[in-house]
């Protein structure tokens, strides 16, 4: 089974579903399920690891002796930053065969997840793109620290180093992150006024609008894993952008292009034969498109069917 459409044991993912009486285990693990699924796949970009690693995790919670976990919490969040980090080094390995550029999978997310800023932020495909430029222990620590707020102590345990190195790793990354995350912050409405230009260029034909709020180095992403037609590599400037989109929007009816909320911020979402096709999402700095991402791989797709619940 392809790595985007897995399937998994259902009490794995669903634990409940073995058994209506659900013990103190199974308890545990469906209250912060949400949160354990949301540290995952930021540290991975990939739902389907996501849920790999959650699979993992319940498999050995379910033999842990609840009367000597002090913080039930503390430890489901140790168990699966473990587990996604061992699936963050695996994954790192399978991008370095990808056709074509890698993309973080789209999340079909509900308004709540917009309404949490920092959350949104952090799960952005802006933002995964920049925490793909960490090592895997430091975008751990940073995911742990500045998204969920856990104390340095707890983070030590989860990445086994001392609280010490991870102050210094949560420094280096911090910085890092900082230089490259989008300027200004990631505005909703901006990302909704520049995908509603797009709409209309596809509409009327008038592209103006749109290259208007092209920023000069603007890059254009696109994947499609080697299955679907997408760009093999990056297109970088405003003019070159310019005529890709130009010759791409020429083929849309702007009747599919969907609007809709993919990782926290507004998305287009074209469709083929009522089937999603792409994911359009943009990169916003000072209110200029400086990041095209169209997410095309299939095997990427398959969340946009329901919404995903992502908790800090």
Same mark, same amino acid.
């Given at each position: ?49 996501a ?55 789209p ?11 920092e959350?949104?932020?952090?799960? !952005? ?15 751990a620590? #940073? ?44 505005? %909703? ?5 520049a995908?509603?230009? #797009? ?55 702007? !009747? ?13 979402? %074209?469709h ?6 792409t ?12 990041? #095209? ?20």
């Open positions: 089974m392809k790595d985007g459409n897995r399937e998994r044991p259902d009490r794995a993912a669903h634990p409940r579903a073995a058994d209506d009486r659900a013990d103190p285990a199974t308890e545990a693990f469906l209250t912060h399920r949400n949160l354990l699924f949301t540290i995952a796949y930021e540290m991975l970009g990939s739902a389907a690891d849920e790999d690693a959650l699979q993992e995790t319940w498999l050995r919670w379910a033999g842990v002796d609840l009367d000597g976990v002090e913080n039930q919490r503390a430890y489901l969040v140790q168990i699966t930053t473990r587990q996604a980090l061992t699936r963050l080094r695996a994954l790192s390995r399978r991008k370095e065969s990808y056709v074509g550029p890698w993309l973080p999978e999340l079909l997310t509900a308004p709540d997840v917009a309404d949490d800023v959350l949104a932020e952090s799960v !952005s495909l802006a933002m995964l793109l920049v925490l793909e430029t960490l090592t895997a222990t430091e975008r620590v #940073f995911v742990l620290r500045e998204v969920f707020d856990l104390d340095y102590d707890e983070i030590a345990r989860a990445v086994d180093k001392s609280s010490a190195a991870v102050r210094q790793i949560a420094h280096r990354a911090r910085g890092h992150v900082a230089a490259r995350r989008p300027r200004g912050g990631v505005s %909703p409405l901006a990302a909704r006024d995908l509603g230009a #797009f709409r209309r260029a596809a509409d009327t034909g008038d592209l103006q609008p749109l290259l208007d709020v092209l920023a000069p180095d603007v890059v254009f992403l696109g994947d499609g894993g080697g299955i679907k037609q997408a760009v093999l590599s990056p297109v970088v400037g405003a003019g070159k952008v310019a005529r890709l989109l130009t010759a791409g929007l020429r083929h849309l009816d702007a !009747s599919s292009l969907a609007p809709a909320e993919v990782n926290g911020y507004p998305a287009l979402i %074209p083929v034969d009522g089937d999603v096709d994911v359009i999402a943009l990169r916003i700095d000072d209110g200029l498109i400086t990041g #095209f991402y169209a997410v095309r791989n299939p095997e990427k797709l398959s969340r946009l069917r329901h919404e995903t619940v992502l908790r800090r």
